[in-house]
């Protein structure tokens, strides 16, 4: 009987510390409460895209399966509450395509609102990975990971680390970009 009952009890700590220890959110970051004086410079300059994550099934993930590598920069708008970015993407056949789209930020909110695309919100997340960030997009039913990094070269802990967070949030396909050629020059 005692060791029925000590059974159970570990089996309960097992499931509750498991939940709290393997899947930890990661810190969530505020679009609306973002440190002033620093902002926009922490997110401005340039980014590498480099694995995404979502669910099985959903196709989130075929739009990033002909890409080798991108790149992308970060402005400051000439208008406040905005982002301009910019990408330029190698295709797997070796050809360059530029991308331009922009970030409304509001006071009111948690996340970020890309111009042209009311349906569509994206969520910051701090990384473990040094000078990483992970954003979570959302759009109608479809929602993905991305991780971007102030450089080309992922140390595979952090590659780790974007795996396990994916796979806590339900996202069981991940994609790295293979980063095989060349990149594009980036026109800032």
């Known amino acids: 009987m005692i060791v029925s009952?000590?059974?159970c009890i570990l089996y309960l700590y097992g499931l509750v510390f498991d939940s709290l220890s393997t899947c930890a959110r990661s810190d969530q970051l505020s679009a609306s409460r973002i440190n002033r004086t620093e902002f926009p410079?922490?997110?401005t300059g340039s980014w590498y895209f480099l694995a995404a994550a979502a669910e099985p099934g959903t196709?989130?993930?075929?739009?990033?399966k002909v890409m080798d590598n991108a790149q992308f920069i970060v402005?400051?708008?000439?208008?406040?509450?905005?982002?301009?970015?910019?990408?330029i993407i190698r295709i797997k056949?070796?050809?360059?395509v530029p991308r331009k789209w922009i970030y409304l930020l509001t006071e009111d909110s948690t996340e970020l609102?890309?111009?042209g695309h009311p349906d569509r919100w994206t969520e910051l997340f701090s990384c473990h990975c040094p000078k990483?960030?992970?954003?979570?997009?959302?759009?109608?039913?479809t929602s993905r990971l991305l991780l971007y990094s102030r450089s080309s070269l992922l140390d595979k802990d952090c590659l780790s680390q974007f795996k396990h967070k994916s796979t806590c949030e339900g996202?069981?396909?991940?994609?790295?970009?293979p980063q095989t050629l060349e990149k594009c020059p980036l026109e800032e």
């Open 132 to 141: 990483c960030i992970i954003l979570k997009e959302t759009e109608n039913t």
């Open 113 to 115: 609102r890309t111009e």
């Open 59 to 64: 196709g989130a993930l075929d739009i990033f």
């Open 75 to 87: 402005q400051e708008s000439s208008e406040t509450e905005k982002l301009d970015f910019g990408a």
């Open 171 to 177: 996202y069981k396909d991940i994609l790295q970009l």
């Open 41 to 43: 410079l922490q997110y």
């Open 5 to 7: 009952i000590w059974r």
């Open 93 to 96: 056949d070796g050809s360059c």
